[in-house]
């Protein structure tokens, strides 16, 4: 039953299907039919089977192959009871007809809306039963896109489900496989353009009251998708204009156009509250058929949630006018990866996750990204990015069209926001560009928006190693790189970054407060490299972005800031920044920051630097570079450890502030390198802006053509002043070092340096600046101010004493230093280095220059003034430093020998107490071991103080210092003297001397400033001497000064080549050789002015001037160096006066360069001093001052007032001298061709060949002035002055020079050597000189000359030495004129018997007598004739004479007062040549005789017998004198040492000769030189005997003495020089007075009238006093005169009377010579030789060469009274014969000494007691010298304190001491003399062998002296003179004496005829006596006597032989014998 109940239910249900089949069918028949205007077909009754639903109008069918109905109780797969399966479904459709199929649907939906309302129950029972499946869906879309395409859609195992809880509906449709196709029909290969496959499941809810999409989930997987290449090209995706999207109103956009919305709020709110996407294993492929490319995009996971709760509270107030539901939006992709053809990867994706929550607070989201990798290559997807830009541009240009600008609403609501991005690695290959790559580890962003009461805004950036490469490598994926290493080619690399920032906006209108910005960020590990690849590559990424929305931003940003006020604060922090440019040409540069800190604020922003350094990498070879620290960076060119840079806002300040360490190491190859980077920087910033702003580079280029065109006539609009920015910088330490070559370097140094500038002034302040060159420390600065001010009150002040400047304000630089110092070293050569440097900076110049060089050159601006002022300055050279220690070392030896000393009398002193103790017990080898002991303590004492000998006292550096102090320098600046014309103008007239060029010059230096500047002190020292070179104290100067260089020729440039390296090479820099050129117009004021310089300072100067010559270097011209006068010719130009007050020079007379007390003082008081070119003129007071430590110290003798000293300088040149612009300097390599053998000489024609120098010294200015010239000489003055000349005329030796001091330069030509020609020329109207022979001024002599004229001429020489080594050459100097004009010259001797007095002026007690006095004197002195001369002068000129004297009224006086004046004058100057002689070390030269060696015994023959040498005080074996003294003077002096014997000598001839010897001898044929010519005019001369009173006046008409020299001749075998002196005096006139003369006791002198001395004179018998007169006879009265100036008339005349009447008298004066001219040597012949040598006759040989005197009296008429006989033999006796009486005591001394010698046998014995001697009186001359100095310095101590009685007590001692010194010293000095001389008698006759007589054949004639008077008439009378007593009458008068060399006479007496006739009244004999027989034959003699004299024995005369022979006649006699007259 129940089975049967269950088969009938069954057939109930089948029964009811069939009917409810059949009623479907029919009712969705029909609805198809009325609403689809479809018709439905179903195939089967039973089965629904061929179901096919066809749109006829659309041609659109739907078939389904089966259907059924099926429930899971079947089919366990199902999952409802129900379901309602499909077999196979098939879609036909057509899109181009497919647009009316939705329309009748849509409007039947509209209209039957609420008939498909369903209950939820029902629904909910449905949803639970039934199911829908689906076999297998085929869907044909025919037409896509053209006609010609298909897309095929087959869907597999598809089912709906249906869900329903009452509210929702739930459907889920299941899709397991889904393929798609989309065909195109064609003849392309691409027949596929599209096809996917993938399995989807759709979950979707419902809600079913609201009837809204509650929920949807959408799972795919297994999508895989292929794109060919067809779809792109053709219509499917361009949507046409059928198919056009519409615009769908929205109400965003209906509701409120004007409110702005947010987009995607819309899109957001029509989504269901819950979305979920889920993809998993996608495979895109894109293909190419065509180029057989092909991408391939797989991504296992796409994960999309969404979620919104409409119940909870809203997110209020998200914008202005809406509020947004809480809801979470999520997105995950996972292992996403695009790979090429080729299965390279370009995209892999590991993790994308993004997320999105509004909660009722807030709006948050979040992003995060892990591993993504992408390789982009251009050229796989170039193709496929132009499909898809071709796509992408037409699509989004029909929708552009429609599309309005979007404005964002403002969110009012939080928003927080966060992102994560790690491990990220983009490369980009370009195919135009090199590839790059941009990589990094995370990215971490946090950012909030909130709103409370403000806006509120704040953020975080956290970047975890930021990479970007570049280069050809870019693109592989590498580790990263080592720490502190940096990988070439990556552009930027940033281990982390940190960026916290906030920013605040207050809320409301009025609210007052501004926005607020705070940010904080954090870098470490930045590097950055720039290089042309990263430019190029940055410039295609910006060229690739869009530009357009960066500009709008900007606006908007601008306008913002422009329009809101806003305080900021930012805190930027970077550590290990490196920044690095690379050059493919140079390598590398690197900065490197170690912290870089930024903190900035609205009003202050401060940025600090902690270690950055900038380096270079030469070349780049290693692929990584290390990143070291700054301190460990190996030679940065840039070092600095600390930088701060603060700007302040507010008042525009900038402070920069440089901390300890700034070091910069420059170098041309290193500038050349950073040049390069910039070049590179520069390029690549161009090419950006070019890129970014391609519109604004064309007017960028066009803006500075614009400014130059501007016309200058239109004055630009006034712009608003711009406020300048105040700068300040502060610079610790610095350190700058400049490599100008590989081994030449320049190297400053700073310390505390401030720089600031307010407005339109800059100061500057450094407390020590210090600049080296090649390591050595040279100019040091301290206390260094720069300002530059706009204006200063002081410098209009300055200008004020130039009235011709325009220019009243000018900017100024004022520099302020407290000290600079300049410090060169030892032979370091600065000129190398600064020469590099110069050609450093002209090729920096060059480098630099730019194009606005090429430009038309525009008036400069007038520069601005100069204000220096420096405190202390000071220059040095330093010395050689083992000269230093040489010198300190040899001071410390002498101290050390005195100490030794000293400790060795203590221990002597000790070892004589032990003695004295112990006696004989004391061992001897204890004494040995103390001395050996002290000996070793005294080395070790020294070289303990050798060690400390620089511990206390610093060593001694400086070899020259120049030091100034209060140095104050203003250079003015005008516009009156400010461009090339203005300047050229200047120069011309500055140098008006100079020819100026008629084509101008062409000038690349030129400049002219007025000057003003004042010194304090000037002082110039050399090493540590205590004198100064130069010393000027209060130095003002001002003037103009113009410095001009002229540019050079082409072949006046010289190029300098620079070593750059590769890859420059070398660098030729052009330079100007012309020198620059000074023009000066100077005037200052010297309150004090001293010059010091010895001969003791040359070695010194040496040493300096080859310090100067490595200070400037050589022109590169290889012509010969000018000297220093030449070249300061050349460089220097116009005038300079010069007011000194006091003005000083000292000449140091000693070779102790520290000596302070030896030196010749020149003195000028209120000297004016002008220099112009070729003169130099002195006005002022001059005083030579000798200063001495003595007491002669100050002894002014030469005083000069009002003198005008004029220097004229005459250079011989070839040219022009003065046309220095003619001088053309020329490179090596432009020399012009010279002939063979002559070098090259660029200053050929400006080079001095000698000069003329022309000193004129002019007294005759009148100031007013009282004072006198006058001149005052002590004999030890004169003795100074020998020594003083002997140092200045010393030869000094070379001074490191030669291979050892590597100085081979040819040593340079002194001054003195340049002289030709030097003439003087004197004018003074009166001269007064004084000579004393000693201080106490007790002797002297005083000469007065009224006016007088001196002029005189001298001629240099220079000769070369003989021989092979290379000599100095000998400088000749030789007199060629001389001229002096004297007036009223006369002369006194004067003696005081007062003690020494302090002052040298004379002593109002000195007893001054009159010597000589004449009205005039000339002296003329003519240059040597020449050969030619010399015979024309023989032939018809003999008045010719190289010295020309002529006296006019020559007045002498010779009394017993001036005689022991005289003799003391001389004995003074004869004792100090003794001792000076004696103290010689040529005392005992050439004596040193071997007693072993015999002397030759001279030759028995005559004529070849050896004249017997000279007396043993001859010369001959003293000494031998001056090469260059004439004989005449040997011979005077000769006479003078043997003033002694007061006795003349003459040889006698054999038998008496008519013709003298002495007339014979001075014949004229041989005389080569007539040298001297002496002539005098009324002379006279008054004489005064001692015992008699009255006077003889002698005079002369006219006189003349003749001196000449003949040729040498041969005298035996003997070469001798013969001189010869004539004298001739005509008018001879001898006067005596007949009484005592009055006028002795006052002190005159009776002189002659000119009337009564000239001869020829007409007589005028018209005076009284005419008549008085006897005329010219002998014994007539003359009138005389005690003042010349007035006549006799007006005086208190006195008579005197003719003794001798006019005569006249000749004396003949023959010497000869052993001294012969070289010169005249060498042009005689030697001697004959005859045959008949023995047959000679002896006295041939005797008569040879004879010293002769022959004095001859023709005619003398003498008339004499007994008083005047008297007088006369007074006279002679003792004045004219008189011997002092010292010389007999001389005499026996010297006898008694030659007796010792004679005993004593042994010479050495002799010569070491000599020597001890020598010893003990130079001692003594040392200890006066040293006494004479502590009294120096005792009274210069007492000028100080006069009233000291220590000192004054010592000064009395050491002057008593002084005085015993003297008398020993002159005791010892004559013994010394006489031993002396006593010993070269007796060295000479054991030479010899001979005693002191020699035998007669042996002997020979040394000296004759003849007296010859022709006729004399000797008149004797009475007392009154008148009346005759007796009558002397001579004729014939003969006498001779003839001296020997064995020291015997021969005297000769001839008388021709005499007789004496008596006179008196009454006188019976007439004729008294005379001859028997008369003789008037000149060879009859009416007496003669022979007598030969030999040596005095024991002092008493001995006569060998006498021979009377007498004619003698009657003698008569008067009647008184008592009356007969007796001859006397």
Known sequence: MPLFSALLALLLVALSALLGRWFVVRLATKWCQRKLQAELKIGSFFWIQNVSLKFQQHQQTVEIDSLWISSKLLSHDLPRYVALCFGEVR???????????????????????????FSPSLLKIFCQLFSIHVDSINIMVLKVATSESLWHIQIRESSFLLDSDGKRLKCEVSLNQINSKVLKSGQLEDTCLAELSLALKLYVEVGISSRQLKAISVDMWTLHAE???????????????????????????????????????????????????????????????????????????????????????????????????????????????????????????????????????????????????????????????????????ESSSSGFKQKKKRTFPQILAPIIFSTSISNVNVSIQLGDTPPFALGFNSISLDYQHLRPQSIHQRGVLTVDHLCWRVGSDSHIQRAPHPPNMHVWGEALVLDSLTLQGSYNQPLGLSSTQSDTLFLDCTIRGLQVE???????????????????????????????????????????????MNLFTLSALVGASEVRLDTLTVLGSAETSTVGVQGLVLALVKSVTEKMQPCCKAPDIPTPVLSLSMLSITYHSSIRSLEVQCGTGLTLLWSPPDHMSLYQHILATLHCRDLLRATLFPESAPLLALEPPVTVSEPEGLLPEPSPPKRLLNLTLEVSTAKLTAFVAEDKFITLTAESVSLSRHGGSLQAYCPELAAGFDGNSIFHFKEMEVQLLPELEEMILHRNPFPGLQTLRNRVWLLSLGSVSVEFPYQYDFSRTLDEAVGVQKWLKGLHRGTHAQASPSPAPLPPDLLLKVQHFSWVFLDDVFEVKLRDNYELMKDESKESAKRLQLLDAKVAALRKQHGELLPARKIEELYASLEHKNIEIYIQRSRRLYGNTPMRRALLTWSLAGLELVALADASFHGPERVVEQVQELDPGSPFPAEGVDLVIQWCRMLKCSVKTFLVRIRDYPRYLF???????????????????PCSRRRQILHLGLPWGNVAVERNMPPLKFYHDFRSEIFQYTVVWGPCWDPAWTLISQSLDLLTKPSADPSPPLPWWDKSRLLFHGDWYMDIEQANLHQLATEDPYNTTENMHWEWSHLSFHWKPGQFVFKGDLDVNVRTASKYDDCCFLHLPDLCMTLDLQWLCHGNPHDHHSVTLRAPEFLPEVPLGQLHDSYRAFRSENLNLSIKMDLTRHSGTISQPRILLYSSTLRWMQNFWATWTSVTRPICRGKLFNNLKPSKKKLGQHYKQLSYTAIFPQLQVHYWASFAQQRGVQIECSQGHVFTRGTQRLIPQAGTVMRRLISDWSVTQMVSDLSQVTVHLMASPTEENADHCLDPLVTKTHLLSLSSLTYQRHSNRTAEEELSTRVGDPAFHTHQLHLVDLRASWTTTNRDIAFGLYDGYKKAAVLKRNLSTEALKGLKIEPQMPAKKPKQSVLTSVPAPPPVNTPSFSGQPDKGSSGGAYMLQKLIEETDRFVVFTEEESGVSDQLCGIAACQTDDIYNRNCLIELVNCQMVLRGAETEGCVIVSAAKAQLLQCQHHPAWYGDTLKQKTSWTCLLDGMQYFATTESSPTEQDGRQLWLEVKNIEEHRQRSLDSVQELMESGQAVGGMVTTTTDWNQPAEAQQAQQVQRIISRCSCRMYYISYSHDIDPELATQIKPPEVHENQEKEDLLKKQEGAVDTFTLIHHELEISTNPAQYAMILDIVNNLLLHVEPKRKEHSEKKQRVRFQLEISSNPEEQRSSILHLQEAVRQHVAQIRQLEKQIYSIMKSLQDDSKNENLLDLNQKLQLQLNQEKANLQLESEELNILIRCFKDFQLQQANKMELRKQQEDVSVVRRTEFYFAQARWRLTEEDGQLGIAELELQRFLYSKVNKSDDTAEHLLELGWFTMNNLLPNAVYKAILRPQSSCQSGRQLALR????????????????????????????????????????
């Open 91 to 117: 879609i036909r459709t057509d899109l181009q007809k497919v647009s009316g199929l939705f329309a009748p649907f849509s409007q039947s939906t509209g209209v039957h809306q609420k008939e498909l309302s």
């Open 227 to 393: 794109l060919h290449e067809g779809l792109f090209h053709s219509q499917l995706l361009r949507p046409g204009p059928s198919l056009a999207p519409k615009p769908v109103p929205c109400p965003e956009v209906t509701e409120n156009l004007a409110e702005p919305t947010l987009p995607g709020l819309y899109l957001l709110q029509q989504l269901p509250d819950q979305v979920k996407v889920k993809m998993e294993i996608t495979s895109v492929v894109l293909s190419m058929n065509s180029q057989k490319r092909h991408l391939n995009w797989t991504l296992k996971l796409l994960h999309f949630l969404y979620h919104r709760d409409e119940d909870q509270l809203p997110l209020r107030s998200f914008t202005a006018n809406s509020d947004m539901a809480q809801m979470s939006t999520e997105v995950l992709l996972k292992d996403g990866l695009l790979l090429s053809q080729s299965r390279q990867r370009i995209v892999c994706l590991n993790s994308l996750k993004a997320s999105v929550q509004v909660t009722t607070i807030d709006f948050s989201a979040s992003v995060v990204l892990n591993t993504c990798i992408v390789h982009y290559r251009h050229q796989e997807f170039a193709q496929w990015l132009h499909l898809l830009a071709l796509e992408i541009q």
């Open 1985 to 2024: 006597l022979f007598s030969k004299v030999r040596p005095p024995v024991g002092g008493i005369s001995v006569k060998e032989h006498f021979e009377p022979f007498s004619s003698l006649g009657k003698c008569g006699a008067s009647h008184h014998p008592a009356d007969t007259p007796v001859l006397p």
């Open 1031 to 1049: 010393e000027i104290r209060d130095w003002r100067l001002m003037g103009r000064l113009v410095g001009t260089e002229q540019s050079g020729q």
């Open 530 to 576: 720039a290089s042309d690849t990263c430019a190029q590559c940055l410039s295609r990424i910006l060229s690739l972005m869009d530009t357009q929305s960066g500009k709008s931003a900007f606006t908007r940003e601008s306008s913002f800031g422009e329009s809101v006020s806003l305080l900021w604060k930012v805190d930027l922090k970077v550590e290990d």
